[in-house]
């Protein structure tokens, strides 16, 4: 079979067709990229930075507070490395304990009210 002049017009138009909604749909599936990425770098990374701090600030402390007291304890009762390794063995089990909390805790307000929409 062979196909007429009228055919490959036909083929033609439905290729230009195609062709134009294939790069509609690319140009919104862009815009769409761009709005989802600039919505993470705004507000999401943000929120995960700070919760990332957060949760590195409040296990560092744990641990050095713990060391600190237990070195103190070591040095005005003369044990040399007792204390100081067992603060901060419990120094790292508070600081895990608070990562913990943090990962378990849904975000949001802690008062009991509905945030409002």
Known sequence: MREGPEDA???????????SDLQTQRETGQKADRKAEADLT?????????????????????????????WRLDLWLGTDP???ILLMGLGVAAGFWS????AV???GP????????
Request: glycine letters at 10%.
């Open 9 to 19: 017009n036909e083929l033609k138009a439905r290729l230009a067709k195609l062709t």
């Open 42 to 70: 705004d507000k999401g990374l943000g929120q995960a930075l700070s919760l990332g701090f957060r949760v590195l600030s409040e296990f560092v402390a744990a641990v050095v507070v713990g060391a600190l007291i237990g």
């Open 82 to 84: 007792a204390f100081l």
């Open 99 to 102: 990562v913990y909390r943090l």
């Open 105 to 107: 805790t849904p975000p």
């Open 110 to 117: 802690r008062d009991g009210k509905k945030p409002p929409q």
